[in-house]
């Protein structure tokens, strides 16, 4: 499915963006968090008057966005117990009108270019102000000395954390020649391109058409094939890595690449500090930076990775096509059994993708992905970031109930009416039907 490429150049125009993102590029006193549907998240903007005076902000908007909430002063706690309960009288401020708490899942780098790639190339749209604050959290979030990016808020500055956040700046308007992505590119080409990028980072390129697929191991869909009772089938791996690998195998194995643009062909010169054209993509394929490399490869998987290397070039079509039919009826078990948000944000992504270059953007799958992934970006005093999870609910409210029961704060009377809107949602959050 190709996407229209004057509709996606309106959708993600170049934006006038300032030199620093200290302050927040929207009126935070129009954001407000919708919380409904059992425990859904979502951050809305209200851009008329008459919008705010019919919903006004509330404590929980104002404590997440950093606005002062400006409430009375708690007496001065003189043992630990008065600290706990000074410190639960504040927090029932913060409880949501269905009973659970919000909150941010932050902490990741490497979430929100995943939700901006995966966007741009389904053709989604952002609006403005959203745009406007993801630009601000990465703005925010650069390394303050190198420019870059790393794995997660408090890392050392990547390859992968850099090229991907550097590639996500560029598609929500920043232009190349914006200080920060100047910054932002010198580390990169310092690290030695985003040829060193690890695996994640390579096929995210790689889909995007900014980087080869011959540049990337294999992540055949064959194996989905494979009987069940082999050790190393698919289902045995790790769930975040098993929902994971099959969105990627499918996109892998048709080998989809993005429609070139304007925007791609200077990401590819952008990028890296040869010429595009004349990389050898196959060398690139275990080219790890050094900063990146927190386990090495071992011989095995290089082995195993050659044979597999192997193999695509005589794959058996109607092996191939068997494994991806396979592979996207998982893809859509998984949509449809987690109504769209599947196991977390990075495979809720790669799903997106896989569903619109199947079936396109015209049905009721990709409304659904588009309205399933404002529960993931949430806002904060820094800008708008992508969770990782659709929030953290049912942990929060658990250890909050635990620590309530074993202090004796849960027999407080003033507290009961917290604790029994907590118990309702607890209620209202269980499974009741089997997936499929």
Not at 144 to 159: N, Q
Not at 192 to 197: D, E, S, W
Not at 225 to 244: A, E, M
Request: charged share 20%; with cysteine; glycine share 8%.
């Amino acid at each position: 499915m190709a996407t229209d490429q004057s509709r996606l150049a309106q959708l993600y125009s170049p934006l006038d963006i300032p030199e620093f993102g200290k302050e927040p590029l929207t009126d935070y006193s129009r954001w407000r968090l919708l919380v409904n549907d059992g425990g859904r998240h979502t951050w809305r903007y209200m851009r008329t008057d008459e919008e705010c005076q019919d919903w006004p902000q509330n404590e929980v908007d104002k404590y997440w966005l950093g606005i002062p909430l400006n409430l009375p002063e708690l007496p001065k706690a003189k043992d630990p117990l008065e600290a706990a309960r000074n410190g639960f009288t504040f927090y029932k401020h913060l409880q949501s009108h269905d009973g659970h708490w919000a909150g941010e899942y932050g902490g990741p780098m490497f979430l929100l270019p995943g939700l901006v790639i995966g966007s741009y190339i389904a053709g989604m749209p952002f609006t403005l102000e959203e745009r406007l604050e993801m630009i601000r959290y990465l703005m925010n979030r650069a390394h303050p000395e190198d420019g870059g990016w790393g794995i997660h808020i408090e890392g050392h500055s990547t390859v992968f954390g850099t090229a991907l956040n550097y590639v996500a700046l560029r598609i929500l308007g920043m232009d190349a020649d914006h200080p920060v992505a100047v910054k932002a590119r010198e580390c990169l080409h310092k690290l030695g391109g985003a040829t060193g990028t690890p695996a994640w980072g390579k096929f995210w390129l790689a889909v995007l058409n900014v980087y080869d697929w011959e540049g990337v191991n294999p992540i055949p869909p064959e194996l989905w094939l494979l009987p069940d009772w082999i050790p190393f089938h698919p289902h045995r791996w790790w769930i975040h890595t098993r929902n994971v690998y099959i969105p990627m195998s499918y996109l892998y194995g048709i080998r989809f690449q993005m429609e070139e643009n304007d925007l791609i062909r200077s990401l590819r010169q952008e990028l890296y500090t040869t010429n595009y054209h004349s990389i050898d993509w196959p060398a690139q394929r275990n080219n790890v930076a050094s900063v990146d490399i927190y386990y090495p490869h071992t011989a095995v998987l290089d082995t195993l990775n050659a044979i597999l290397g192997m193999y695509e070039g005589c794959a058996i079509p109607p092996a191939r096509k068997a494994a991806l039919k396979r592979a996207y009826e998982l893809i859509v078990y998984e949509d449809e059994n987690t109504d769209y948000q599947t196991i977390g944000p990075v495979s809720k992504m790669m799903n997106l993708v896989c569903r619109f270059v199947a079936e396109g953007a015209d049905n009721e799958v990709y409304k659904q992905h588009a309205i399933k992934r404002a529960d993931f970006m949430w806002l904060g005093p820094d800008g708008m970031r992508m969770c990782g999870t659709n929030g953290s609910q049912l942990w929060d409210i658990g250890f909050i109930s635990q620590a309530l029961v074993e202090t004796g704060l849960a027999n407080d009377d003033e507290n009961k009416e917290s604790l029994r809107k907590a118990l309702e949602w607890l209620d209202v959050c269980q499974i009741r039907d089997n997936p499929k």
